[in-house]
């Protein structure tokens, strides 16, 4: 008869205190060449200056940091950007305002230019010029300021800066009306936007 050998005794868990942990912990551990150290604050900080400068420096291990390509000078930026409704109500009233200002413009630089016409003796001409070339009696008494005289001059431009302000007013008004009506149907109008260097 053959004996039967006695099954081997189960490995019993290591005591935190004991030898085998830390032999198991230690074995565990990847070797110290391997582990990746990061430089303090100071190092890194004077590497990204060197490299900044386009000089070398060394880090703590005595490497040389890595110098950074000069950047290239980066253009303005830009938007684009769709307009895709504009407000008739606003728009009436800046063309009102805009319509206004050209009617009072239009009938000082009237008003100016006929004074200057008068100063510079251009209807007395005109009146001598009619005389000599119908040299009739009923011309002795012809002038011309009676037709385009500053008076009724300046008085028809005003009549016309009004007739002006309200038919400005009316279409840049519809006009906004028609720009909502097809940018809801293509978008509206692209623009691109860059700002300054």
């Not at 009102?96 to 001409?125: C, E, H, K, Q």
Request: no cysteine.
């Amino acid at each position: 008869m053959t004996e039967r050998s006695a099954p081997p005794p189960p490995p019993q868990a290591p005591t935190p205190g004991s030898s085998d942990t830390r032999t198991a912990t230690s074995q565990d551990r990847a070797p110290d060449d391997a582990t990746a150290v990061r430089p303090g604050f100071a190092e890194r900080l004077q590497a990204k200056l060197a490299a900044g400068l386009g000089s070398t420096s060394n880090d703590s291990d005595g490497s040389p940091a890595a110098v950074s390509a000069p950047r290239k000078p980066r253009g303005p930026r830009r938007a684009r950007l769709r307009l895709t409704r504009v407000d008739p109500w606003s728009v009436m009233k800046t063309s009102f305002l805009l319509s206004i200002a050209f009617g009072i413009v239009t009938v000082v630089a009237v008003a100016m230019i006929w004074n200057v016409l008068d100063s510079a003796g251009v209807f007395d001409s005109v009146n001598q010029t009619v005389r000599d070339v119908v040299d009739d009696q009923s011309t002795a008494t012809f002038d011309v300021r009676d037709y385009v005289g500053t008076d009724r001059v300046v008085g028809f431009t005003m009549l016309v800066a009004a007739v002006d302000v309200v038919l400005l007013t009316a279409i840049a008004t519809l006009g906004a009306f028609l720009y909502n009506m097809s940018a809801a149907l293509l978008g509206g109008v692209e623009v691109t936007l860059a700002e300054d260097n």
